[in-house]
């Protein structure tokens, strides 16, 4: 809960109008696209004014004995049109001036390298405005370069991923979530196959549990209960769901553990770290699961979700749709954060606060699996050629589709909705 006071040391110093802690988004655009456009023409003249000069980095480099990572970034962000991705990519004020005292050094005009350093000085004034840090300002730029804007998720995110995998010790290489939908017999139902998967699943220390799958005892024998793909019920243990068979690295040895009206699996063993990898995969078979809705009143949408619970570096979720349910319809795709108030229901507009930035998008599979193979799991397709013969379901009559997200948020879910 945020604090409505807090002691300070000394008084707060009043801003300046041209340096406002909370920048309108037009104004602070408006500096920042200056400050970019300024930077390109005055770095470029400056580097021109060397004797022999070349675009090429690495005489760049050579000749200011600066390195060609340096230079290479530097050309390329003063060669982009938009100078607003100018200020994003250029290196920051210190090896501009590093660079530019060398050219001065070099033989560059003076007048122009005084001109450029005047550029580098208000370059670090928009970082000041940005709150001090230039991590701040690249997180205000990427939202108006769209073309940056993944590769600055994607880098985040898989810090995320790599800090928070050695704080809880462990972490899976690719989670798959693979649903079928199929037309129950009844006509008002689905029925749904899950195959799931944790493809190279790691302990990165020796102390850490690492939790699997937990099962819900059935004490009603009346109760609906899952079935294996063979229609076999599923008992208190996970042997008659595995599939072994498909499994990458050696499958994961499980012990399971009583809690209430659960049975909670975790990795068994002590082995961990590099070579101590491990897999699992699933499937199991819910008849009539869903409704169809057709009946008036009904909720006219179906969805489909992934909670995000442990670091993960890809996240692959499948669902493959019977030509019969959904005609002519795409599934949408929706991520929210579910760490304040939990899982939630895509639509719902309470939630909407809630809903996270997309870089991912739905594609399409096409009809059978030809269209399903992936590199980081080499049986995928075989995996599902035997979940439909199992099922006795032709591959052919089902459209896929498929969201990959790399290093997903946890506690974040990842949604498919369908509308009827």
Request: hydrophobic share 45%; aromatic share 6%.
């Amino acid at each position: 809960m945020p604090r409505l006071e807090r002691s300070q040391t000394k008084p707060p110093t009043a801003p300046t109008e041209s340096q406002s802690p909370c920048p309108a988004d037009d104004d602070f655009r408006a500096h920042a696209s200056a400050v970019g456009q300024e930077l390109a023409q005055s770095l470029h003249a400056a580097l021109a004014s060397l004797p022999g000069f070349s675009v090429r980095p690495k005489w760049l480099a050579t000749a200011l004995g600066q390195t060609v990572a340096t230079t290479s970034r530097l050309m390329k962000a003063t060669r982009h049109s938009d100078p607003l991705a100018v200020a994003l990519l250029i290196p920051g004020p210190d090896p501009l001036r590093r660079l530019l005292a060398a050219a001065r050094e070099k033989g560059a005009a003076p007048a122009a390298v005084a001109h450029a350093l005047a550029a580098v000085e208000g370059f670090e004034a928009l970082i000041q405005r940005a709150g001090g840090d230039r991590s701040t300002l690249n997180t205000i730029l990427t939202s108006w370069v769209p073309a940056s804007r993944r590769e600055f998720v994607l880098r985040r995110r898989q810090a995320i991923f790599k800090n928070l995998s050695e704080l809880k010790g462990m972490a899976t290489a690719v989670e798959l979530d693979a649903k079928i939908l199929h037309p129950s017999e009844d006509g008002a139902h689905m029925d749904i196959a899950v195959i799931h998967g944790a493809f190279g699943v790691e302990r990165i220390r020796p102390d850490v549990p690492v939790k699997f799958e937990t099962l819900r005892l059935l004490r009603n024998p009346k109760e609906r209960r899952a079935t294996n793909l063979a229609g076999d019920p599923v008992a208190d243990d996970l042997d008659c769901v595995r599939l072994d068979q498909f499994c990458n690295a050696p499958p994961a040895p499980l012990v399971g553990k009583v809690i209430g009206d659960r049975v909670q699996y975790t990795l068994a063993g002590d082995s961990f770290g590099i070579g101590a990898s491990f897999d699992l995969v699933l499937a199991e078979l819910n008849l009539a699961e869903i409704p169809l809705g057709t009946e008036s009143g009904q909720d006219r949408t179906v969805f489909f979700f992934n909670v995000i619970d442990h670091p993960i570096r890809k996240l692959v979720f499948d669902l493959f749709v019977h030509r019969d349910l959904f005609p002519g319809r795409e599934p949408e795709l929706a991520v929210h954060d579910t760490s304040g108030s939990g899982p939630v229901r895509p639509g719902d507009p309470e939630r909407d606060i809630d809903r996270l930035e997309l870089i991912e998008r739905v594609e399409l599979l096409g009809a059978g699996t030809a269209g399903v193979r992936l590199v980081e799991i080499p049986h995928y397709v075989r995996l599902l050629e035997h979940a439909y013969a199992t099922l006795g379901w032709d591959p052919a009559e089902f459209r896929g589709f498929r969201v990959q997200v790399d290093f997903p948020l946890v506690s974040s879910q990842v949604s498919l909705t369908l509308a009827l």
